[in-house]
C-alpha cells in the first residue's frame, strides 16, 4: 500500500514538472528534401548559439504549413517550394515576405542502377517496376512537380497503377530504399545523403518537366521579435551555408530575394 | 541512445503518467455511475460514448480534437480568450488528446469491477450505516482492486503506445509533443534503423514485461487462498 502510494506521488510528481523553459529557443520547421543537409548546416549555427535550445522538426510543406496555420510553436518555415511559404505569408501568418534559399531537383532514383539509368518512360514502363514511390502530391512539393513530370511526358497513364505515395518526400525514399519501391521520383538532396550514399543509381528529371521547386523560407507571425530567428536566416544565406547545400545537390537561389 | 532519444523516453513517460492520474480521477466516478445504472437508457449511451475510441480510427479523435483545440476552433478561442497558450502542439494537448483516446482503457475494467461486487457489497454496507463515500472507499474500492490494477496498467500502457492521434494534434516538437513512438517514425524516415531499433526493441519489452507482470499479478490473487 505504500509502495503504491509512493508509485502515485511519483507518477504526481513526474506529472508537474515543467518542460525547463530557456530564455532563447528556436524550433524550425523544415521540408523533408533538407533532412540531410540541413542537420549538417545546422552544426556550425549551433555552435555559434551553444547556450539556445534549437530543434528541427521535419514534414512535408504542405503539412507544416498546416500546423503553423492551426498555433503550431515553429519558428522559421522552410518551404520546399515558394507556394506554401507565399500562401502563408498572403493570409498573416509570417513576419516578413519569403525569402529563396535554394533550388530543389527532382531524379528518378533506383537501388538497382540497371534501372536508375533508364530514361523516364522506360523506367515507369520496366517489369521490374512493380511500385514506383512519389511523395503525396496533396500536400508534398516534390509529389506535385512528379506529378507534373509524369503527365508532361505523358506517362501518368502507364504510371498510374503502380503508384505509392509517402507522406512526404523522405518516406518515399525510404520506400525505394527499403525494396517495398522499385524506384520513384524524389529529391536530389536525399539520394546525395550519406545515409544512401551510391546507392543503385539516378537519372536527373529536367526542370522544363515541372514548375520549378523554388524553396523559400519565412520567419512566421509568432517569432516576429525572435533574434535567433532572423539570424538563423541570415545564416542560411551565408555562403558556408549555401556550399553545403550545394554539395547536397541544391542550387543556389540566384539574385538575393526575390 | 541519443539526448533526444532519452528526451523522448521522457516526454512519454510524463505524459502516460499525467494521463492515467487524469483518467483516474475522471474515469473512477464515471464507471462507478455506470456500474449502477446499467439498465437506464441514459447509462447504455454514455456507455457507447465510451467505447468509441475504442472502433475510431485515432485520426478521426485527432482531426476533430486539432478543429476543437486550434486557433480557429470553439475550445481553443476560449482558450486564447482567457490568456491561457493554445493547447494544439503542446503537451497538455497531448494529454487532452490521450484523456479521450484512452478512456475506454481506464473506464470499462473499473466498470467491470464495480459491477462485479463492489455495487452490492455497498449496499450491504449501507444498511450497516456506512455512508456512501465511507462504503465506496473501504469497500467497493478494496474489491475491485484487480479493477484497479488492471485500469491503471491498460491506460498507461495506452497512452504510452498512442500514435495517430498524438500525429494529428503534436507536432513532433522535440521535448513536448515528440513521444517514443513518433520518435521511431522520424528514425525510420531519416532512415537512421539503428536508433529506430533500439526504440522500438525497448517498446516491445516494455510492454510485454508490463502486460506480463499485470497477468502474472492476476494469476496470483486468483490462485492463491484468500
Known sequence: MRLARRTAL?????ALMPVHAQARSLTIAAASDLRFALDETMRAF??????ARIEVVYGSSGKLATQIRHGAPFDVFLSADREFADALHRNGFAAGAPRLY???????????ASLGRLPLADLVRDVRVRRFAIANPEHAPYGRRAVEALRSQGQWDAVQPKLVFGENIAQAVQFVQTGAAQ??????????APALAGEGAYTGVPEA?????EQSMVVTRRAMDNALAHAFVAHLESPAARATLARFGFAPPGEGPR | MSAGDWQAVGVTLRLA??????LLLLGTPLAWWLARTQRSRAATVVDSLVALPLVLPPTVL??????????????????AALGLPPLVFSFWGLVAASVASSLPFMVQPLRDAFAGVGVRMTEVAATLRASPLDAFFSVAVPLSRRGFLSALTLTFAHTVGEFGVVLMVGGNIPGATRVLSIAIYDHAEAMNYAAAHALAGGLLLASFAALLALNLAHRRRTVAPA
Open chain 1, 10 to 14: 511519483g507518477m504526481l510528481g513526474a
Open chain 1, 46 to 51: 549551433r555552435a555559434m548559439h551553444a547556450d
Open chain 1, 102 to 112: 535554394a533550388r530543389g531537383h527532382l531524379v528518378a532514383w533506383s537501388t538497382d
Open chain 1, 183 to 192: 524506384a520513384g521520383l524524389v529529391a536530389l538532396s536525399l539520394v546525395l
Open chain 1, 209 to 213: 518537366w515541372h514548375s520549378p521547386l
Open chain 2, 17 to 22: 503518467a499525467t494521463t492515467t492520474l487524469v
Open chain 2, 62 to 79: 485527432g482531426f476533430y480534437l486539432l478543429v476543437l483545440l486550434g486557433p480557429q476552433g470553439a475550445l481553443g478561442q476560449a482558450f
